[in-house]
């Protein structure tokens, strides 16, 4: 690895003034298991590297019944696992963080970290884009939000400006008649980054699906909603053949790329298989 | 580049030392202390061979600065014996085969010390699941597995 400059500021104005004088060959660092592996493989070589870990305004998970769930961007991926009020609150992102990577990485790497490095291979942003989260930015310029759908720009990159830091993920109240899943497919049981994920959102009234938001990340660059898809469940009530038209159309309207880990028509198999059964999960249906 | 002096607590002892900020975890702990017990294996965050407890929680070394451990406790495999005494859980690995070459040994103990602590008496699945950071390209995993619930019935029993 080559060598760099280690800054360690204690607040968000410190970090964001340090991040504009060091420009762009400048990382920051949370938790650092992604950032590690990349700078260990000169995939990246940054000359410094402004690590957060000590800024307390970044730490910390807490739940508002009118404002909804507030998660510091520090949090462990095991933090957001064990958090009883996500458990409670937001059973699909605790069971969605319960299981991804491996132990290791869960004790050290963080949710902030991981959206802002926006590798699609991984499972956060693909549930919380299916939850409407927003991103909460800081610098020395203030604060500002917006939907994490619209942070998350391409492989590998964000909205983030050079200057700024992502303070928090914000994740609105469930609505009530809330059924929510999701769903990661690997190839084998191993291996540690999914190929294919999907997250569903609805919102049920009696029999009826009011709306649905479904969002397949893994085979895509950024994690994509599926509108089209989400159309053909608004307003109706569920049965299996629905749901099965729902993911036939899922396959269809998905942007799957090919690449070496594998081909697009593999992928958009795995998006409907995946996505019916997220689907009977979310609905209570039975599994085909 | 920058140098920093870090101060940590490894095994019980406090030790504090200079390092270059490139210094990875696991060099730190086999190259300056002489830990050589932490193995490095892939060194790119796969094989968990490099594996040791950071607050008592388990975490790659290899993908970890030695900076980052500042003011923090870390446990290696030479920390886990009493003196003579293996740990139940270097016992158990003995009296159940559950090594071969022994390269990956360090790493699955220290694992499943975080196993351990999280599930006092694991499922099995609970065990797979714990030791899904660690690869063994000797045993098969089945005696790995088998030691991890033998030592988990012995501590659970004291």
Redesign the interface.
Known sequence: MRDFEFLEPSSIEEASRMLAEAGENSRVMAGGTALMLAMRQRMLAPSTVVSVARIAALQGISFDPAQGLRIGALSRHVDVAEADVIKQQYPMLAEMAAKLANPQVRHQGTLGGNICYADPSTDPSTCLIALNAQIVLGSVRGQRMMPLERFLVDYFQTAIEQDELVVEVRVPVLPSGFRGQYRRFRKTAAEHRPLVNIAVAAQLEQDRCQQARIVVGASTPVPQRLKETEALLKNQVIDQALLKKASIAASQEVNAVSDNRASESFRREMVRVNAYRCLADTFGLPQE | ??K?TIEVTVNGELRKQDV???R?LSDFLRDDLLLTGTKRGC????C?AC?VL?DG????S????A??ANGKTITTIEGLADGDTLHPLQQAFMECGGLQCGYCTPGMIM?SC??LKKHPQPTVEQVQ??L??NLCRCTGYTQIVESVMVAAEKMHGN
């Open positions: 580049m920058s920093h270059p900020a490139r990875m060194e790119t965050g796969v968990g594996s950071v929680e388990v975490v790659k290899c993908l970890s600065l900076v980052q694992a975080s196993i699941e714990g899904n950071g």
